[in-house]
């Protein structure tokens, strides 16, 4: 029998888009296809049927939202059920793996799901949609020929500020530029360490909110994010979701 297909369904960076705005942030083909599905595997089930009515504002779905079959996958999904999540698909259904915004297994639960897929022999193809992490550092100026994603910095401060001195190290040895993301509520708290622990030229960018209305890119070096701090003036990206680079130089 043939397997199913595992799309990977790429999702808006933030839910205050209406079904029009998609169009310029997720190519037509790619809503074509999400229509098409009626078995999504979601890292929220809200999350997911929003994305869904508002894809149905442009093309239509191919059951009723409500019949659409919708299962979780997230962090707390443990491997055992992972199998389960894949069966509809052995069987030759296909189905959609949807992130909670952007790119789903990219900083996503959803890379162990993929992995299994390729061991069952269920073909995966991935769908073109925004990546917080590529568009940031696409507008960085940072090297974007040589670069690491770390994801979360350490909450303890001296293993955070150890982790950094270990990062701007590799940076500057290899021209490479480093990535890493936090939970939003610590934002402020991370650029403070930061600027205490990076050297002062190194050059850090701050991005929040990318491809939103209110989007924010900044790259300075240390050194004068240091001087807005001391004046009060932090990003606006409190608990907004924000990507952090820097690169040694």
């Not at 050059?203 to 909110?209: P, Q």
Request: net charge positive; glycine share 6%.
């Amino acid at each position: 029998m043939t397997t199913g297909t595992l799309y990977l369904i790429p999702n808006t960076l933030g839910t205050n888009q209406s079904g029009t705005d998609l169009p310029g942030i997720i190519p037509d083909e790619v809503l074509k296809t999400s229509a098409m599905l009626d078995y999504f595997i979601a890292e929220n089930r809200k999350t997911a049927r929003a994305h869904l009515k508002r894809v149905a504002e442009i093309h239509p779905l191919k059951k009723p939202l409500q019949q659409i079959d919708m299962a979780e996958l997230n962090v707390r999904t443990g491997k055992a059920a992972l199998p389960a999540l894949l069966e509809p698909l052995l069987a030759g259904r296909d189905a959609g793996l949807i992130s909670e915004a952007g790119v789903p297994a990219v900083a996503d639960p959803g890379a162990e799901l993929v992995r299994l897929a390729h061991e069952k022999g269920i073909p995966v193809r991935p769908l073109v949609g925004p990546s917080s992490l590529l568009l940031s550092l696409m507008a960085s100026g940072l090297n974007g020929q040589r670069f690491a994603f770390n994801g979360y910095l350490p909450v303890d401060n001296d293993q955070r500020a150890k982790r950094i001195r270990i990062l701007e190290e590799r940076s500057h040895k290899d021209h490479q530029t480093q990535l890493f993301i936090e939970t939003p509520y610590r934002n402020a708290a991370l650029l403070s360490a930061l600027c205490q622990h990076c050297r002062s030229d190194t050059r850090l960018c701050v991005t929040t909110n990318v491809s939103l209305p209110d989007e924010s890119i900044e790259t300075l070096p240390v050194a004068a994010w240091r001087e807005r701090l001391k004046k009060g003036k932090q990003p606006s990206f409190q608990r907004k979701p924000t990507v952090f680079l820097f690169l040694a130089v």
